[in-house]
């Protein structure tokens, strides 16, 4: 059984990266996307992912924001932050949101999606 992600970027180019990432890991299939801290919650309350991939910056809600939400609706969803800014501010408010990790947008690719599923599984 695959891992179902969510993949949550208002940026289309990095939607489509992440996608590529997540269709070419073994083990791993893109339920769906959303490009609003808003839409993610109704996303991840139909589509029911397993992981959601979640920048940090978002119109609307943030990812922050978004992330405590479907956290709350759904205790058994893994989130991974993502972001371009720098890790040391976003560590601390990936765990206060109730994040798995931050993975920084420069670094993400297969190995990382998978370390990261790992560790929060």
């Known amino acids: 059984m695959s891992v179902r992600v969510l993949i949550v970027d208002d940026v289309e180019l990095f939607r489509r990266a992440a996608r590529?990432?997540?269709?070419?890991?073994?083990?791993?299939?893109?339920?769906g996307e959303a490009v609003s801290g808003e839409?993610?919650?109704?996303?991840?309350?139909?589509?029911?992912?397993?992981?959601?991939?979640?920048?940090?910056?978002?119109?609307?809600?943030?990812?922050?924001e978004a992330t405590r939400?479907?956290?709350?609706?759904?205790?058994?969803?893994?989130?991974?932050?993502?972001?371009?800014?720098?890790?040391?501010?976003?560590?601390?408010?990936?765990?206060?949101?109730?994040?798995a990790a931050y993975v920084p947008k420069s670094m993400f690719g297969s190995r990382r999606l998978i370390e990261a599923w790992a560790a929060a599984t």
């Open 39 to 64: 839409e993610s919650l109704d996303a991840a309350r139909t589509l029911e992912p397993d992981l959601v991939l979640m920048d940090v910056n978002l119109p609307g809600i943030s990812g922050l």
């Open 69 to 99: 939400r479907i956290r709350t609706a759904h205790p058994g969803t893994v989130v991974l932050l993502l972001s371009s800014r720098d890790a040391l501010d976003i560590e601390q408010d990936a765990a206060d949101c109730g994040a």
């Open 20 to 31: 590529a990432v997540v269709q070419a890991t073994a083990g791993f299939e893109v339920a």
